[in-house]
Every structure is written in structure tokens, then in C-alpha cells.
């Protein structure tokens, strides 16, 4: 099965893809290296481009205004025209929207001592007033904005912010990642551990938890050492695979999707529940995917944005099946005339 040919629209951002969103109505807003932020409605028409100030992080919708984090600042985009921007003390990292307001985290780097030396978490209201700003040490890595406002930390504290108070967790290592699930929030550490935002532990892994996402039965774990893994409500291994560089990766049409780099070239790959290779193509650098609304997306180094929809993805999929059927009973045939 080609996966290209499988796509249902494939777009170009004209840089490296850095952010990649799958919007309610089916849309897709992509942010760029450069800046640039573009938006396509659901048949793939460009809607509108604008230029923002450096590299696209994250993307934050709220109605019809689009809340994107671009190197140092925060900006608001509304149908293509920049309605506020705010500069943050080092580089913007998070974004969501809470009780109202939009919250962004920001971490200064020491290159001499290799570490983050300081962070903040800001509130701004819609209208691009700043509410409020909270100085910590810890690095925010992961943020959820459901029923309450929680942050996992990195050095020295690490831990949790639950709405502005810390939580202990079940681990003193640093918090690298997390999901939210039916059951709550799952957090990746950097030891290998992966704990409840409760503070019990789930499992220890082999290696750093580079993503966590969750599964129709489970959830699926990136390592840092590029091993793939998915586990069960009840935690039991289900599936496990070595990669090399484990970019990204999503769940979409009941099937897991990664993006993977070996240095030299990038993949993505298609597995079913049990973790068998459906499908694969080689491809620029995967860096960024997304899935929402019955689609997934891959955003690419060499700028491309390849949508898959699920009808059409299946259908390639019997098809290829039908294909295969028929290649195997020509030959069996063939093999049966030989032995007349």
C-alpha cells in the first residue's frame, strides 16, 4: 500500500513544518521554522498566511482566534490578521487555554551550565492584557487545561502545579511528557517511569519517555533509546519495536502511526493493535503530526503536510488486500497447472 497515494490532499508550507493542527471542522493550521502560519479548510483551499516573528512551537485554538507560540513571543491570529503579540522572558513554550485565559509557559537556557535556569508561567486575557506572570525553576514540559490547570516539572522540584499548588508525584525524576486518557493523566519521566498524575506508578520502562498517547485500549510510549511500546489498561506489553529516532506519533482509524529518522533519511509507519506493519514509505524528516475529526496529518522537514482521511485510507487499504488475493491465486493457479 502507498501511503502517498493514499492521502487525501497533500499541502506545502514552504519551510520546515514545526506545528501541525487538525481543527474541529477538518481544517489544518501548520506552523513553520520561519514563522510562517497557514490555514486550509477542509478540501484543502488556503484560507490565509501570515508571517509571525520566529519558529512556530505550539498552537492553541479558541473559536475562530488562533493562539500560536513564536520563538520568544506569544501571538494572537484571527482569519490571517495578528491581533496582539507579547514578548515572554526566553523562549515560549507551552500553550492552553483555561478558566478564560490564555496560559503560556516560557524557560531561559544556560548554554555554560547546559540546563534551564529559569521559567514562567503567563496569563493573559483574550484581548492580549497580561493578568498575571509566575516566576519558577523548574521547566514546564507538559500542561493540561481539563477540569484544573496542571503542569509537570522539571529540575529541581519536578512534580506537578495542580492550579498553582505543587503535587509530589510517585517519582522525583523530572516530568518529560504526558497525555490525558479516560482514566486521567499519564506522565512520562525521565528514569523510564510513567506514573498517574495521582502519584501511583504505571510501569517503569528501559529508557527516558520521550511521548506518551493514548490507545482505544492503552497507551503507546516513545523511548529516548528509539524503542516503540504499547501497553494495556492493565500496563501488560502488548507490542514492542526498535526504531532509531522516534519524531512523532499518533493514533488514527484504530492504527498507530510513527514518524521515524535514522539519520539519513525519515519513515512513517502504520501498525495494527498487535503491532504488525501494515504499511510504511520513506519520506523527508518527519517532525509533527496531528489527528482529529476522523483525519491524521504529518508535517515534514522538507515543508510538505500529508493529510490522510479514513474512508479513503481504508478503502486503499481493501483495495491493496483485493490486489494481493488476486496476485496469490494467479499463482496458485499457475503452480496447479504446472503440476498437471
Known sequence: MDLTQSTWMIRDLGQPVSAVRICPDK????????????????????????DCMDRIESICQIESKFIVTS???????????????????????????????????????????????????WKFSLEGELNSVEKIDERPWFMSAKEDLVIGLGRPKCGLLVNGNHVDLGTDSPVMCGMEGNDGILLGHADGTIS???????????????SII????????????GTILARNTDTELLW?????QITTQSTAFSYHWLGNWDGLRGSVEVRDNLGKLVTSQNTSKPRVSSEA???????????????????????RKTQEVVVQDEKKSALAAKLRSLRK
Open 27 to 50: 481544517s489544518i493550521i501548520a506552523g513553520g521554522w520561519d514563522g510562517k502560519l497557514s490555514h486550509w479548510d477542509s478540501d484543502g483551499k488556503l484560507l490565509w498566511s501570515t
Open 71 to 121: 520563538g520568544l513571543h506569544v501571538v494572537c491570529v484571527e482569519n490571517g490578521e495578528q491581533l496582539w503579540a507579547h514578548p515572554l522572558e526566553g523562549s515560549a513554550d507551552l500553550l492552553s487555554y483555561f478558566d478564560g485565559e490564555v496560559i503560556a509557559t516560557s524557560s531561559v537556557y544556560d548554554i555554560e551550565h547546559g540546563d534551564f535556569m529559569e521559567s514562567a508561567i
Open 196 to 210: 498517574k498524575s495521582t502519584g501511583e506508578i504505571v510501569s517503569t520502562e528501559s529508557s527516558g519517555i520521550e
Open 214 to 225: 493514548p490507545t482505544e485500549n492503552g497507551y503507546t510510549t516513545a523511548l529516548e533509546d
Open 240 to 244: 514492542k519495536v526498535k526504531k532509531n
Open 293 to 315: 475529526s476522523g483525519r491524521i496529518c504529518f508535517g515534514f522537514e522538507d515543508g510538505q503536510i500529508l493529510v490522510w482521511e479514513k474512508e479513503l485510507f481504508e478503502r
